[in-house]
């Protein structure tokens, strides 16, 4: 086991990821209770919008534990059960920070990264997607490309860091290879989302490929980078 340095638990709350302990923190059941909730927070017309809404959240929670491996090479040993929200009820931009309530890490050896990667995009990506696709019939490219929306980002600022650009390479590459996907997706949507550019290109600028129906809450309009922007 591995104890997080101040710093790693800075980096995390970056990604709105906690592991300091709130008695407050709630706990999704079922994808009905999480429907509930997201409709409740958004004031969203239909569930899909709702959930669509909520993987904009979520994001962030992926996004850290494909940042731990590939900058620390630590892996969370936790599961989607001991995941809490921390959820201001006055916060109407609704940015719930999420709580790691097991604060159990693992070293990732360098032979095993891409296994610690496929776990993520199996633990935290295919079994909070899957459910949420089958009761919603939003398309689950939709949900994928809001993941890859926040591991693109996080992926251009390692790169940038001399010391393992080597490695987070590596990682982005087997990201974007289908084998990894394996019982996942039958072709890897990452790959699908960068459009053969690189990362660097990706980003200047970025625009998505689906869209995540933001423009269809209240008050809101079309993000900056939608597929739909001038439509």
């Keep these: 086991m591995v104890k997080l340095t101040p710093t790693m638990e800075k980096e995390l709350q970056g990604f709105r990821v906690s592991i300091r302990g709130n008695e407050d923190s709630k706990t999704i059941r079922n994808v009905e209770e999480l429907i509930s909730y997201a409709q409740a927070r958004t004031g969203a017309e239909t569930s899909k919008i709702a959930m669509s809404m909520w993987f904009r ?22 599961t989607l059960g001991d995941m809490g929200v921390l ?14 309530k097991t604060n159990r890490w693992g070293i990732v050896p360098e032979k095993e990264s891409s296994a610690a990667l496929q776990t993520i995009l199996s633990r935290f990506g295919a079994d909070a997607i899957a459910p949420v696709s089958k009761t919603t019939k939003i398309s689950k490219h939709v949900l994928w ?9 996080m992926y251009s600022e390692l790169l940038k860091l001399p010391d393992i650009k080597a490695r987070v390479e590596t990682d982005i590459n087997c990201l974007l290879e289908d084998e990894i996907w394996l019982n996942i997706e039958r072709r890897s949507p990452f790959k699908r989302f960068l459009g053969g550019k690189t990362i660097p290109e990706s980003m200047n ?5 689906t869209c995540c129906l933001y423009y269809r809450i209240d008050g809101q309009e079309k993000c900056a980078y939608c597929p739909n922007k001038n439509s």
């Design 205 to 209: 600028p970025y625009k998505r490929m």
């Design 87 to 100: 959820d201001d009820p006055e916060d109407e931009h609704w940015l719930p920070d999420f709580l790691l």
């Design 145 to 153: 490309e809001t993941i890859w929306s926040y591991a693109v980002w």
């Design 57 to 78: 959240r979520y994001a962030f929670f992926v996004t850290a534990q494909l940042y731990m491996v590939s900058k620390h090479r630590l892996a969370w040993e936790g």
